[in-house]
């Protein structure tokens, strides 16, 4: 599946976040949250409280776009999209290296 649009995904919590890639949604999530600098403090924070709270999920924080498949697969965000598609977390985890 090829995109090009600006991506917009939906959290637990109703939010809205865009992003033109996963890195910039994972910005865009850190932003909404005092304290994380980085997008890889985000992703490790949000991957411990996953493995507390979801009963030892696992979120992968090597690559955010494996991130995000993961939180969606977690319920952390319910709905992504681009160009007018839904997106699935296998979606995401095609856009690694441009898969």
């Given at each position: 599946?090829?995109?090009?649009?600006?991506?917009?995904?939906?959290?637990?919590?109703?939010?809205?976040?865009?992003?033109?890639?996963?890195?910039?949604?994972?910005?865009?999530?850190?932003?909404?949250?005092?304290?994380?600098?980085?997008?890889?403090e985000y992703m490790q924070g949000v991957s411990h409280?996953?493995?507390?709270?979801?009963?030892?999920?696992?979120?992968?924080?090597?690559?955010?776009?494996?991130?995000?498949?993961?939180?969606?697969?977690?319920?952390?965000?319910?709905?992504?999209?681009?160009?007018?598609?839904?997106?699935?977390?296998?979606?995401?985890?095609?856009?690694?290296?441009g898969r």
């Open positions: 599946m090829d995109f090009e649009g600006r991506i917009t995904i939906t959290t637990e919590d109703g939010k809205f976040f865009h992003g033109w890639s996963a890195s910039e949604l994972v910005r865009a999530l850190a932003d909404d949250m005092w304290g994380p600098e980085t997008n890889e409280r996953c493995g507390v709270w979801r009963t030892g999920a696992r979120v992968r924080v090597d690559d955010e776009c494996l991130f995000i498949a993961d939180i969606m697969r977690e319920g952390v965000v319910i709905m992504a999209v681009r160009d007018g598609l839904e997106l699935e977390p296998e979606d995401f985890e095609r856009m690694v290296d």
